[in-house]
């Protein structure tokens, strides 16, 4: 068994517009770090174009404290790449993502790591017990939106679960040869395999501020994890498709019979008609648009452009 003496631990910490809790999150950090056993360890925030005094206040703290260190992004590229980012540039042997809000409690890290150590595994994820303060509009679609994904992925994804995780040295190594751009951190960790165990935690309130997660920036979220983990909705449209042409076929010999033997009346269809015109006139837009969204993401994959620019580098 690995012994914790030995552990280098990094830390990842995406921050954007934190000034109201960066200070208290690096000081729970801080305390959390020094109260147990370990090899050395590095706190790297990741200041994702934070238009507020996060910086200049990361910056104050770095300068006393050399474990910590900056990652400051040219503009805001959202949480994953931030976190990717983290992951990248992370020296630890195992490395521990957290969010900046304290949602997730610093105090967890001992018993992850000993998990880690004890169970041997690889992954050990943050299976949220209870969730405190969170709106019930955000609770129920995070409920449905688990669900869906569930359904629709071909990698089964632990329902109550954010980033908050310890991931160790094999995970940090494939993590970083994925190619995709647009990353959906917890399916991909969940769909590179290893041992994951889960440890329970309650995730509280946010500390201060308030969700830098608008309902745009979730909609973009789902539609990543979805289109990006499962072809269902590409097959869901053929089906759908299949199933009207049927439709359709059946129609007209219905019509075509009703001509020849006259058995329906079927001049007054105008209502019928307009229906099926919408009807399959939807269907087409629809899957027209599934084809567009998996086409978007393939241009947006084949431009290769980074995930995100660094502007300034500190302490590192
Ligand atoms: N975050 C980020 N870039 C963004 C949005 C969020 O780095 O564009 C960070 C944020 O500072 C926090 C974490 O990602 O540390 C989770 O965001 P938030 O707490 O606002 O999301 P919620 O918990 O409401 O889902
Ligand atoms: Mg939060």
Redesign the pocket.
């Known amino acids: 068994m690995q012994e914790a003496q030995n552990l280098f631990i990094s830390i990842i910490?995406?921050?954007?517009n934190?000034e109201q809790v960066i200070s208290h999150t690096y000081e729970r950090v801080d305390k959390t770090m020094k109260s147990f056993k370990h090899g050395g360890y590095e706190l790297i925030f990741?200041n994702?174009g934070s238009r507020d005094k996060t910086l200049e206040i990361l910056r104050g703290i770095s300068q006393k404290d050399s474990h910590v260190k900056i990652l400051s992004f040219s503009r805001?590229f959202?949480?994953q790449p931030?976190v990717t980012a983290g992951i990248n540039i992370c020296l630890g042997d195992i490395a521990i993502i957290i969010?900046?809000?304290l949602?997730d409690p610093p105090e967890l890290f001992p018993e992850m790591v000993k998990i880690y150590l004890e169970q041997n595994a690889n992954v050990v994820y943050g299976l949220r017990k209870e969730r405190k303060g969170e709106t019930f509009f955000k609770r129920v679609s995070a409920k449905y939106f688990y669900k869906t994904i569930n359904f629709l992925s071909d990698t089964p994804l632990p329902v109550d679960t954010g980033d908050f995780r310890l991931i160790d040295k094999h995970v940090i190594e494939a993590f970083r040869s994925l190619p995709e751009k647009n990353k959906y951190i917890r399916g991909l960790i969940s769909w590179i395999g290893f041992k994951q165990v889960p440890v329970m935690y309650v995730r509280e309130e946010?500390f201060a501020g308030e969700?830098?997660?608008p309902l745009s920036?979730m909609i973009k979220f789902a539609s990543t994890s979805l289109l990006y983990f499962s072809k269902k909705p590409l097959k869901l449209a053929l089906t759908i498709g299949l199933i009207s042409i049927v439709i359709g076929i059946g129609l007209a010999i219905w019509v075509l019979t009703g001509l020849i033997y006259r058995t329906n009346s079927i001049v007054p269809g105008w209502a019928s008609t307009i229906i099926a015109l919408i009807f399959f006139g939807g269907i087409q837009l629809l899957t027209i648009g599934v084809l567009g969204e998996y086409l978007g993401n393939m241009f947006e994959e084949i431009k290769n452009r980074p995930e995100y620019i660094i502007h300034e580098k500190i302490n590192f």
Do not use: S, V
């Open positions: 910490i995406p921050c954007f934190e990741i994702d805001n959202g949480h931030a969010d900046a809000d949602q946010r969700t830098k997660y920036k």
